[in-house]
């Protein structure tokens, strides 16, 4: 339950900030993989168009965003457990992403973003020379 | 159609509709409820809370109009090989298995794991009759959309009431 909790659960925003519309905004669940050589970040946006999702990557920080307006409704609802609205979440990333070569991906549901590691933090096996 | 079923859902508010048949299995319901909301704000992870890792409970809303009532459950990553959905009297059956990338945990260290993976099981209680031969279901951006079409006898049964004035 706890995990799904997260990813329902709505940003605290601070109350000087205003919203610009009133959708409610959601933390999604992520995984973060890390491999030798990249890191994966992959993140459930259920419902997201595939238009609305921003991934922006700007002074080390990643950002994630998405819009899940469809609700898909006939008529009214009579029992609820989701609504729509938007899905945001930031990442710190440190220098050792190699930032040009970020991908990302999205299917079914999961956007899944690869952040490859820097060359200089590769693990690197050194050649031993014979005299 | 009883009473409790006259809960007001209220959008951007975390109130859920318990759309139960009888008083027992409502009351169930929320005792469930209540033991699944406890702690649910908080950022502390209960043992209790992570014995469910390998069940999870996809969210489901469930709305109707005067032709036919829909069904539409958030299940990301899955596809229509995972799903099973089936249509029995009384109510409709959606279960599945949300297959974890265990390979890549395999061999890949995890920093975080919030999502939820494992098996599902949910049995949604229907308002009205339904024609169980025109029923669709379909896939889109990890939302499954359940549309279920009520039966001639059961749209036959509405009657709107003519209110007088005096």
């Known amino acids: ?131 | 159609m009883s009473i409790t079923d006259l809960i007001p859902w209220k959008r951007n508010k975390n109130v859920s509709v318990n759309k139960s048949r009888s008083f027992h299995s409502s009351l169930q319901n929320e005792v469930n409820r209540l033991f699944d909301n406890f702690g649910r704000n908080w950022d502390v992870d209960f043992p209790f809370n992570k014995e469910e890792s390998s069940v999870f409970y996809p969210d489901i809303n469930l709305s109707e109009n005067e032709n036919e009532c829909v069904v539409t459950a958030e299940l990301p990553g899955m596809d229509e090989k995972d799903v099973n959905v089936v249509l029995k009297s009384g109510g409709l059956t959606i279960k599945g298995e949300k297959k974890s990338g265990s390979e890549e945990k395999k061999q890949n260290g995890y920093i975080y794991s919030e999502r939820t993976y494992g098996s599902f099981y949910r049995q949604i209680p229907l308002p009205e009759e339904i024609d169980p031969d025109s029923v669709e279901a379909k896939f889109k951006n990890g939302v499954l959309t359940i549309t279920l079409p009520k039966t001639e006898k059961a749209k036959a049964g509405r009657k709107k009431i003519d209110i007088k004035a005096e």
């Open chain 1, 1 to 131: 339950m706890s995990n799904k909790n997260i990813q329902k659960k709505e940003t605290a925003v601070p109350h000087s900030v205003e919203r610009i519309n009133d959708q409610p905004v959601f933390i999604p669940a992520v995984d973060i993989i890390e491999d030798n050589n990249f890191f994966k970040i992959i993140s459930d946006i259920p419902g997201a168009d595939k238009n609305s999702i921003d991934v922006k990557f700007e002074k080390n920080v990643l950002t994630i965003r998405a819009e899940s307006l469809e609700d898909n409704y006939k008529g009214e609802l009579v029992y609820g457990e989701y609504t729509t609205g938007n899905y945001e979440r930031s990442f710190s990333v440190s220098d050792e992403i190699d930032s040009e070569k970020i991908e990302a991906k999205y299917d079914k549901g999961v956007l899944t973003l690869i952040l490859p590691k820097a060359a200089s933090i590769k693990p690197r096996t050194i050649e031993v020379k014979t005299e």
